[in-house]
């Protein structure tokens, strides 16, 4: 975003917590990385105030000033993470599973053995190197949300049932439980055992796949941050048409080889009209025949139990403000409600402030932005569903909730 | 606590009466007034002292009634040379902190601060003072009968006093030095003191006279018959004043007994003139005598003698006030959770490796903040990188009030001490910090403990709203008809007008000390009038706030306060930068702060010396002519009392309704909850008379908790409507006596006040709250009741507002419910929704601090916009409206086969920048949809100070 202007810089430091060695630096600004770098001298007090703290048992979690917010984050007190952003809107949420996502790509990549028993930092440096695609993804834009919201970015199909039973078939035929339909990095079908993977890796797997340049067919090693962090399994992807990849998660067997064209043919071939389908699906979310309201503006439903999200911002794309402002006013608005209102999980103990009384549970919020924009946000919780959306500044204020609702209720059957 | 005395709203004392805080004689001893000095433990010496002050101890004439500052002689006092008492505790930089406490107070308040030994020694020598004393000063207050005592002493013995005098000060220097020596010794009112006997020596030496046995055995003279020509009557005997010391006497040997110390008891057994031959005569052989005086110093000044004794330790006995609770397990809790203040310094200098040498202040040494200090290198070490870092790891307090709380004490320090280098960094101000950042804390971290009021849920009320109000930068307003208004005005008016007798130049003939520039009125916590600028307002709150003066006049009633106060309030002292002779200079002046409390009033004058007025030379203290004026000024506002506190309890603020009341039966879905049945069935009886079936539920609800629909709710309300007027009077009496009990306490009939009632309710379109009804005063005109009509806040049919806030920071106030109209509306729910809307609209204020200081920046970039707006359209940085909905049920649903009803509600918070910002938060039920424009301008609609 060059709109941005030249402050709004995130630097990403990984350090090895015992030596205090740096393994990388990522830094991005406006958007795009840079090659800018901090000096290092600053980075050695960023780690060393952390260090210090830590030994004398005190946790340094964050650090705020006018326009710059700091985390430091350790893992399996091997690694340190340090992440300085200086957007605007940012929060320590955000940049707290930033990291969480960072360092799954870490361990997706290298493992988690590599990472708690550094013996050769220079190997480790040199392997890391592999995950700083995936990486700077998460410290650019992306149309994605699955980094803040952890959970899946989905898409709805206007035909899944049809491509539910072709997929099902085919994990059977090729004899993997985990496969998955993606569409520049949003899920479109998956099976039963994909659909619960763990919380990392359900968002890094299509993240990964979304964010790699076109090929017809990879085969990648990964570990699962959560489901197997040192026993490496293998990534097959398969490019059904461009942009709609086919992912299975295997064992050593079966081998790219045996996933002929022929085995393809058979199962997707008679689908092909619901695969083409779904390639506009990817920033749009919802099917075609969907109508939402003419004041939405954007929207971002979440299941919390299931772990899956819808997030677009396409209807009435032409309006103001631009898709980018829509995806990072949602994106805040999201980060908002989760650290006020509507926490994660009703268990986490850090909140114990806020919880006044379990019968006192908020279920709606919204926010009119002020004079000039006069664009409207909405949050409505009902069971395990999260809605957000954008509205136009036409909408009536006091009319905010019912739409909501209606919309939440529109979107039931789908998510 | 002690029940607060019911004859407070009577005439306890006359404006004439010239000392507010009579006692009754009996407990006057044990009554402690209160003085904390700003300044720290270190005692004045004599020679520090005002001249005026000094001579009391010299032969001074008392002969010259009007000496130069004639101290009560505005006040109408029959005593017109007095000091008042609070002199003695002005610190050497003139500044004074004095409380005294009403009794009931007093007594609830100290019952364990000085020994049972003590305490029943001064309940003695009560009654032998009062009895001596009784007939001859009955209107006295105890203080000054002291005072006049010694007085007369001086005036009768003028011979004696020279020779007197001559031991005097070496003596008092004496005590000075014992005193500065040890430090932690305090200086007790009593002392015993164990000097060893031979009565075996009395038959040695000639036993001439009688009662000479004191002489005798301790060589402690005693001169009784001035004493007897003084009072002239001899009742039970007189107080054993040691007039002198025998050279070479036991006494003197002993270095401990003063020339004026009063002996009390030997071997604790009670003695006067009377008895002291009697009971030193029973002493049967050589042995240790013990013997128990008054401290010389504690006879003249009791009252201030207390105070000295508690000047090192005067915050915690502030704190034990609030909180009444075993201290110690407060201070454990505290020091449990880590917190400290530092203010440091970036400037180190290599040279000098001293370690923590860059700590210019910090507080408090506690084990816990051991590790906070620790670790302030990482502060150190951030802030030289990224610098200001504001948030620390503090546990417990959001980060936002947090930073709201930074910002208040930074801003009360500015303005105690001009600024934050002038505080932290010169010695002598580390104690009275000490003191001011454990009261700091004590509030942080223990606020539910502090406001143990009166009532339990005045007091949720109090610890649920402090999370939001102590931060706001503004005082808590109270909205006053139209008359009272004007006659709080004209006081502070020709308060301010300064053109008495002996305000006005022309009366000494030279120039007036100080200019007023400005009062503010407080009531029972409340503002009622002000007529200071906004930020001096707002920094005389602050400072108010944080010394719990606030809280202190609305719960326990001030027997008397007076702070003298020389402070910086930044306003004034900030010169404008361009030195155009056309806009209004601040005049190079100092600023004193002086706030006189009375009962539940207070009333804070800011005073400018310089400017116009003559300059301040040293370090002025209270000028006894400006503290007379404005007590004289508080004795006036003793009428408005009673309407003031009616209006506390029944303000035309908007009305609120009790959230136990919106809560449906099961039936009903937590959906479709558009309108409540009971209100939906009151609106539509309302305009004829209230059926009595719905006041008794809604009664019922209120005062017996009952959360079950009652059956009379389901019945149509129309049939009842219907009913003859009688029957509604009846019916209302009978239901609602706990209601009615509340107002008959306001001194009128109950019968005359259900007419009025009737006559309302007829009168209104809509559904009065029963609750504020019978509050009204009965010559309640109907303009006065479309007034009342108009204040409805919320659009719908029903009375659907349960709370508000509303913030102006155009003149630093906000007005709220008060106290008491909270407490009408009790109820479970209702407490936790109170609860829950203050920590909700903390979060909603954060965000929209956070607008206002984007706002503020924008405004300083002025020009270049093209970057700006669209950043700013990614953010949420300008909000103005934010509203959250909640749903709450009852807590302990017992039913098993019913789900429990469901009731939503809003809390909206807005935020109007334009012309000056202003916040508004409510919380309203959920049936009606609500546009919090309108409400805000209702609210905000004649607004004014």
Redesign the interface.
């Known amino acids: ?1 060059e ?3 030249p402050g ?1 810089t995130v630097h990403l430091l990984c350090l090895a917590a015992s030596s205090g060695v740096p393994l990388f630096c990522r830094s991005s600004r406006g958007g795009a990385p840079t090659r800018q770098q901090l000096p290092f001298s ?1 980075i050695g ?2 780690n ?2 952390h260090m ?2 830590q030994n ?11 326009d ?1 917010t ?1 985390v430091w984050r350790s893992f399996h007190d091997s690694i340190t993470l340090i992440v300085l952003s200086s957007e ?2 940012t929060s320590e949420l955000r940049l707290e599973r930033l990291l969480q996502m960072v360092f799954g790509a870490m361990v997706l990549f290298v493992g988690l053995e590599e990472l708690t028993d550094i013996r050769n930092v220079e190997r480790l440096k040199k392997e890391l190197r592999a995950s700083y695609h995936l990486i700077d993804s998460f410290l650019g834009e992306s149309e994605l949300i699955g980094d803040l919201t952890q959970c899946v970015d989905c898409v709805i199909p206007p035909e899944g049932s049809f491509l539910q039973e072709a997929l099902s078939g085919f994990a059977e035929a090729t004899g993997t439980a985990f496969v998955s339909l993606v569409v520049s990095g949003r899920v479109v079908a998956a099976t039963e055992s994909w659909w619960r993977l763990g919380t990392p890796e359900s968002v890094l797997l299509p993240w990964l796949v979304g964010s790699l340049p076109l090929q017809a067919a990879r085969d990648y090693p990964v570990y699962l941050p959560h489901g197997s962090p040192t026993v490496p399994h293998r990534l097959l992807t398969l490019t059904l048409l461009p942009g709609l990849e086919l992912c299975l998660l295997c064992g050593p067997r079966p081998s790219l080889s045996q996933l002929d064209s022929q085995l393809l043919e058979r199962w997707w071939q008679p689908l092909l009209d619901p695969l083409r389908a779904c390639l506009p699906l990817g920033p749009r979310a919802l099917p075609d025949g969907f109508q939402l309201h003419t004041d939405i503006l954007g929207l971002l439903l979440l299941h919390l139990e299931l772990k899956r999200c819808l997030f677009t911002v396409e209807p009435l794309g032409d309006k103001e ?1 631009s898709a ?2 829509r995806r ?2 949602l994106r ?2 999201y980060t ?1 409600v989760t650290t ?2 509507f926490p994660p999980e009703s268990g986490t103990p850090e909140k114990a ?2 919880v ?2 379990p ?15 006069g664009w409207q ?1 909405v949050a409505l919780q009902l069971g395990m569903r999260l809605l957000l959306l954008l509205l136009s500044p036409q909408s009536p ?3 905010l ?1 019912s739409l909501a ?1 209606h919309t939440l209720h529109a979107l039931t059957p789908i998510l | 606590m002690a029940a607060r005395r019911r004859s407070h709203a009577g005439p306890s004392w006359r404006p004439g009466d010239g000392e507010p805080g009579r006692r009754d004689p009996a407990d006057a001893p044990t009554s402690r007034s209160m003085a904390s000095a700003a300044a720290s433990g270190s005692r004045r010496s004599p020679d520090e002292l005002r001249p005026e002050l000094g001579s009391q101890d010299e032969d001074r004439g008392s002969e010259d009634p009007d000496s130069d500052w004639g101290s009560d002689t505005s006040a109408g006092s029959d005593s017109a040379d007095l000091e008042p008492e609070w002199l003695d505790s002005v610190q050497k930089s003139g500044e004074l902190f004095y409380l005294e406490l009403s009794e009931d107070e007093e007594e609830s308040v100290f019952p364990a601060t000085s020994t049972v030994n003590h305490v029943r020694f001064s309940e003695n020598e009560i009654i032998i003072e009062e009895e001596d004393y009784k007939e001859r000063n009955k209107h006295e207050p105890k203080l000054k009968q002291f005072t006049k005592i010694l007085k007369g002493k001086r005036l009768l013995s003028k011979c004696y006093n020279k020779k007197n005098s001559n031991d005097h000060g070496p003596v008092s220097i004496l005590k000075h030095q014992s005193n500065q020596k040890a430090g932690i010794i305090v200086q007790q009112r009593y002392k015993d003191v164990n000097i060893y006997v031979n009565p075996k020596k009395l038959t040695l030496s000639k036993a001439k006279e009688q009662l000479k046995l004191l002489e005798v055995l301790f060589g402690i003279i005693h001169q009784t018959k001035w004493s007897w020509k003084r009072t002239g009557k001899q009742g039970n005997g007189e107080r054993l004043v040691v007039h002198g010391l025998m050279p070479g006497g036991s006494a003197m040997k002993n270095g401990q007994i003063l020339i004026g110390d009063v002996l009390v008891a030997v071997n604790d057994v009670a003695v006067t003139s009377e008895n002291i031959e009697r009971v030193l005569s029973c002493i049967p052989g050589p042995m240790q005598v013990k013997l128990t005086f008054e401290n010389a110093y504690a006879v003249k000044k009791e009252a201030i003698q207390q105070t000295k004794k508690k000047k090192q330790s005067s915050t915690s006995d502030l704190v034990k006030f609030f909180w009444e609770e075993e201290v110690e397990s407060v201070q454990q809790n505290t020091l449990n959770s880590p917190h400290i203040v530092m203010y440091l310094t970036l400037q180190i200098d290599s040279e000098t490796s001293k370690e923590e040498q860059e700590i210019l202040y910090h507080y408090p040494k506690s084990e816990a903040s051991q ?2 200090k ?2 302030r ?2 502060f150190l ?2 802030c ?8 620390t ?1 503090v546990t ?1 307090v ?1 980060l936002p009030q947090l930073k709201n709380m930074t910002k208040d004490v930074a801003q009360t320090l500015k303005f105690i001490y001009a600024s934050l280098d002038g505080a932290f960094c010169q010695v002598e101000n580390v104690p009275c910090l000490d003191d001011f950042f454990y009261l700091f804390f004590q509030r942080a971290l223990h606020c539910a403990k502090l406001h143990s009021s009166v009532s339990p849920s005045a007091q949720q009320y109090d610890v649920s709203s402090s999370v939001l109000l102590d931060n706001l930068p503004g005082v808590r307003w109270l909205i006053l008809p139209q008359e009272i208004k004007m006659e709080l005005d004209t006081a502070l008016s020709d308060l301010e007008a300064a053109d008495f007798s002996e305000l006005s130049e022309d009366y000494y003939d030279m120039r007036r000390l100080y200019t007023i520039l400005g009062s503010s009125l407080f009531y029972k916590g409340y503002l009622i009038c002000s007529h200071l600028p906004k930020d001096d307002l707002v920094d005389i709150a602050i400072y108010c706030r944080h010394y719990y003066l606030l809280s202190l006049a609305a719960k326990q009633r001030i027997g008397q306060l007076i702070i003298w106060k020389e402070v910086f309030p930044q306003h004034h002292l900030q010169h404008s930068t361009d030195s155009n002779s056309e806009v209004f200079q601040e005049p190079e002046g100092r600023y004193f702060l002086l706030i006189v409390g009375l009962k539940h009033y207070m009333l804070c004058v800011l005073l400018e010396a310089g400017g116009c007025s003559s300059k301040a030379i040293g370090n002025p203290g209270p000028d006894c002519i400006y503290v007379d004026q404005v007590k004289t000024t508080l004795h006036q506002l003793e009428g408005v009392d009673s309407d003031i506190n009616e209006q506390l309890t029944s303000s035309s603020s908007p009305c609120l309704s009790c959230a136990d009341w919106f809560l449906t039966g099961p039936h009903e879905k937590a ?1 479709s909850l558009t309108t409540s049945p009971i209100l939906s069935r009151l609106q539509s009886t309302s305009k004829a008379a209230t059926p009595p079936s719905c006041r008794k539920t809604l009664f019922g609800d209120s005062s017996l908790k009952t959360r079950k629909p009652s059956p009379s709710r389901s019945s149509g309300g129309l049939d009842h409507g219907c009913e003859g007027e009688e029957g509604v009077t009846s019916n209302v009496h009978t239901t609602s006596d706990v209601v009615w009990k509340q107002r008959e306490s306001q001194g009128s009939g109950g019968s005359e006040e259900s007419g009025a009632l009737l006559k309302i309710t007829k009168k209104k379109s809509t559904f009065p709250n029963p609750f504020h009804l019978g509050n009204l005063k009965k010559d309640l005109s109907e303009k006065e009741l479309e007034v009342y009509n108009t204040m409805k806040l919320t659009s719908g049919p029903e009375n659907t507002l349960f709370h508000y806030v509303a913030f102006e920071t155009m003149q630093g106030i906000f007005i709220t419910p008060t106290h008491e109209e909270v407490a009408q509306l009790s109820g479970s ?1 209702h407490s ?2 109170i ?2 809307f203050h ?1 909700c609209c903390l ?1 909603i204020r954060a ?1 929209f601090q956070q ?1 206002v200081v984007k706002e503020k920046k924008k405004a300083l970039n002025g020009g270049d916009h093209s ?1 700006s ?23 302990n649903w017992t039913d098993q086969k019913k789900t429990p009803p469901v009731m ?1 509600y809003w809390v909206v918070g807005r ?1 109007f ?2 012309p000056k910002p202003q916040e508004l938060y409510v919380c309203f039920h959920d049936s009606v ?4 424009i309108e409400m805000a301008f209702k609210l905000f609609f004649g607004l004014t100070l």
């Open positions: 975003m709109e941005e202007g709004a600053v007090s960023l060393g105030v210090f703290g004398l048992e005190v946790q340094l979690s964050s650090a705020r000033t006018e710059t700091v605007e809107d403000p980018e402002q990072r006013l805040n608005f908002l006020t209102q402030e806020d006044v009384h019968a006192q549970l908020p279920r709606a919020c919204y926010l009119v932005l002020g004079p000039g924009s946000l204020t006091h009319g909730r609702t | 590790k906070l620790s670790v290198g990482i070490t951030l030289d990188m990224l610098e200001n870092v504001t948030g790891p417990r959001p959906d729910i936790q929704l609860k829950n920590q979060s965000i607008t970057n707006t669209n950043s700013a359209v990614s953010s949420l940085s300008p909000v103005k409206e934010y509203g959250v909905l909640f749903e709450c049920s009852p807590e939503a935020l920048l334009h949809t609500e546009i919090a």
